[in-house]
């Protein structure tokens, strides 16, 4: 059987010839014995790899069964070790976020500022108004971060004896804390925890169990 | 994979003509689309009892296959593909009923049926026809059975080549020639129901 016949069998055994062409090679295969011989032999291997033709698609149609009816939460399997890093990830960035707001929050200006006395705008009035300008001005120079001048500011105003004496204390135990000056600072606060009957000795208190947080100690 | 490619059902046809890569990713597709819809409508036909649903499902899928193959060889005229699905496979299970009568049929209220069934495509094949043909494809080597089915899926050479890692075209073409030759060889005087 020569290699153009051999073609055109095959050809026409898998479906690739045109309407016409097939309809010839029918035509030819009627009046033909040795095309049609050779056209049974051909059809009978046909049979033969259009069978493993099925058994592989019925394999792969078998697959796809599998993979579509299994459960949603099988499909997608999700190893261990990756839930382990998902999970020390968000740990990592949760702390991360707590350090930076700890050191913040807790930092001594932060406390020093969000606690210090500050005077009315209502006292600049009467008698006294110079001694508020006194202590407004110090607490001024507190805000503009100049808190060794405060600190003397406050000293000086401290040593007085009258009404605002109590608040000048308490600054001045701010600017201690700001400027890290230990003594002087663990003094003066025990003297007001001591104090009960000190203006300041409840904040003294509250101040003295910030200090003690857990989160101060982390950060100090 | 991606299916998007497949918007109508001329779009499947025409992958699947198309041979090779293209059938391969057609046929894939059309199975997933509409294999749901089939079950659900055949199993409604047979009445859904436990324990029958993997040989539905096993029929979905014979079905399936015939209508490829009619695709591809003829037999198949522009209706719409999942119709034509159903249509076979309870032709399949007709054919089926008549060896086995542990399937009852519910009244359809829907003809998709247009198919003859008593036509060649829905006779099931004997145990000892697939026997034989298991035998001679076994006897054939893998490589050569590779080489073979690739080409009946319509793959070109260059295709077969870059699949099986053969060196070139023309190697595949010498190879399926080869393999061709011995099947031929093997299929001579044995007596095969066509």
């Known amino acids: ?220 | 994979m991606g299916c998007d490619q497949y918007a109508t059902d001329p779009d499947f046809v025409n992958g699947i003509l198309q041979g090779g890569n293209s059938r391969e990713r057609a046929v894939e597709c059309l199975y997933r689309k509409y294999r749901r819809r089939v079950l659900v409508s055949v199993q409604t036909y047979v009445g859904y009892k436990s324990g029958q649903h993997t040989e539905i499902q096993d029929l979905v899928q014979d079905a399936f296959l015939v209508m490829v193959e009619k695709i591809c060889f003829g037999g198949y005229n522009d209706g719409a593909l999942v119709h034509f699905w159903i249509g076979i496979t309870k032709g399949l299970l007709r054919n089926k009923m008549k060896r086995d009568a542990r399937m009852d049929l519910v009244e359809d209220p829907i003809a998709f049926d247009q198919h003859d069934a008593a036509s060649p495509e829905f006779l099931m094949i004997s145990d000892q026809r697939r026997q034989l043909l298991e035998s001679l494809l076994s006897r054939l080597g893998e490589r050569c059975k590779d080489v073979l089915i690739l080409w009946a899926n319509g793959y070109s050479m260059r295709e077969i080549a870059d699949k099986l890692g053969l060196s070139s075209e023309a190697m595949a073409r010498k190879t399926k020639y080869k393999c061709k030759s011995q099947l031929l060889e093997m299929v001579k005087g044995v007596e095969i129901d066509i």
């Open chain 1, 1 to 220: 059987m020569d290699e153009h016949t051999t073609e055109k069998i095959e050809a026409y055994l898998t479906g690739t010839l045109s309407h016409a062409d097939r309809a010839a090679f029918e035509k030819d295969l009627s009046g033909d014995a040795d095309l049609a011989r050779a056209f049974t032999e051909h059809t009978k291997a046909h049979a033969v790899i259009n069978h493993g033709v099925r058994q592989r698609w019925k394999a792969r149609l078998q697959e796809i069964d599998a993979e579509l009816d299994a459960p949603a939460h099988t499909r997608r399997v999700v190893p261990l070790w990756r839930k382990w890093a998902v999970a020390a990830s968000i740990l990592l960035v949760a702390g991360a976020g707590l350090w930076f707001w700890a050191d913040y929050a807790y930092a001594d200006r932060t406390i020093a500022t969000s606690m210090l006395a500050v005077t009315e705008a209502d006292a600049f009035r009467g008698e006294g108004a110079t001694l508020e300008q006194r202590h407004v001005a110090a607490e001024t120079l507190f805000m503009q971060g100049e808190i060794t001048a405060a600190r003397d500011a406050f000293l000086t105003l401290a040593a007085e004896d009258n009404a605002l004496s109590p608040r000048a204390d308490w600054n001045l135990l701010m600017t201690y804390l700001v400027l890290g000056d230990q003594p002087s600072f663990d003094a003066l606060l025990r003297s007001l925890i001591a104090d009960t009957r000190h203006v300041y000795h409840q904040r003294a208190v509250r101040l003295q169990k910030t200090l003690q947080h857990p989160l101060y100690r982390l950060t100090h």
